[in-house]
């Protein structure tokens, strides 16, 4: 793999804010503060083309966010004003959250892929929804005085709930409506059921969003109403991207690299490893539940440290290797995961 954000780069090891870059003719790539997070910040993309101005995971909506992403914009030439559309990888708040300030001050279209069904704000009560995740943790075996930090609660449910909506989906193969027509969307659910990338092909470059990272291994987690085997779909989203050899990969966090084909392998096998060490867990303890076999299992930071929404993203993508172990055959049940239908449908229970 070929680095190729080197600045960007110097900036993620001295934990410091990159600066504003021209990264290919008419991309620039602008990084937007996201505050009280580990990931620190998201590589936003500005892509101006004659009138057009397409910002591309615009970041999490705060203050600073807001200023990061207005100076990017005038490095760039352009104005708030002057943004014409706006287009999240995925619903999360550190890509979709600024998206609705910058609609009403510019009035930009919204666009999200087809299959971006935002699940984790799919409520009709917040309380009756935060009841039910911690009903689930309990089937998944956290303690009780754990509860509290890793079941959703209402403020965060109603902060997804207010979220900006789409006012334009894009599938597969579609072409972001902007004047030039050099974007071309890559369904790549995984790290979210909708999940997409963009692919220009007469730049060579490949806008991935969260779908690969450098060095970060993208978190795949099980969720309510979500994707019931969302690892499978994560690695067959990279079999599908291994033939992009050439392109430079312009991610959503951390630095710009050369290499997709070989990263998208390295993720893929980093996957699989993973799930032979669940299983290995599965078979050596008696009553696994999701949390005695996320306990053992090795976390870079160390499992006791994680916490709050490191411990939720940790359960959740202990969660999904085990589904992936069950559906392909060589798990065994475990209280908590997605149950089937009669006709061999899967459906979150």
């Given at each position: 793999m070929e680095i190729t954000g080197g600045l960007q780069r110097e900036a993620w090891i001295n934990k410091v804010m990159p600066p504003v870059e021209c990264v290919a003719e008419g991309i620039w790539s602008v990084p937007v503060v996201f505050p009280n997070n580990p990931m620190r910040y998201t590589l936003a993309y500005l892509?101006?083309?004659d009138e057009d101005c397409l910002v591309v995971d615009p970041g999490f909506d705060s203050v600073q966010g807001r200023l990061d992403l207005t100076a990017g914009l005038r490095a760039a030439g352009v104005t708030v004003s002057d943004v014409t559309g706006i287009l999240a990888t995925h619903f999360h708040t550190d890509h979709l959250g600024m998206a609705r300030w910058l609609r009403?001050?510019?009035g930009a279209w919204i666009a999200l892929g087809k299959a971006e069904i935002r699940y984790i704000s799919a409520f009709t009560n917040a309380w009756e929804e935060t009841a039910a995740d911690r009903a689930r943790m309990r089937t998944w075996g956290v303690p009780e005085d754990r509860i509290n930090e890793a079941a959703l609660d209402v403020d965060g449910l109603m902060h997804l709930r207010r979220l900006a909506d789409a006012d334009l989906r894009v599938g597969d193969g579609d072409t972001v409506p902007i004047s030039r027509g050099r974007?071309?969307?890559?369904?790549?659910p995984?790290?979210?059921p909708g999940h997409i990338c963009l692919r220009d092909e007469s730049r060579k470059v490949f806008l991935s969003g969260d779908h690969v990272l450098p060095r970060i291994t993208p978190n795949v987690s099980l969720e309510m109403r979500g994707d019931p085997d969302p690892l499978r779909s994560c690695l067959q989203s990279l079999d599908r991207i291994e033939g992009d050899e050439g392109f430079e990969v312009l991610p959503a966090h951390e630095y710009r690299f050369r290499g997709l084909s070989h990263r998208a392998r390295e993720l893929k096998?980093?996957?699989?490893a993973r799930s032979d060490e669940v299983l290995a867990l599965l078979d050596a303890q008696q009553h696994p539940t999701v949390w005695t076999i996320a306990t053992k299992l090795h976390w870079s930071r160390g499992f006791p440290s994680l916490s709050g929404l490191q411990l939720r993203l940790a359960?959740?993508?202990t969660a999904a290797h085990l589904q992936f172990l069950r559906t392909s055959g060589v798990g065994h049940d475990v209280e908590g995961l997605p149950v089937r239908h009669m006709n061999g449908a899967p459906l979150l229970g």
């Open positions: 892509v101006v083309e009403r001050w510019s974007l071309t969307v890559v369904e790549t995984g790290h979210t096998s980093l996957a699989l359960l959740s993508e």
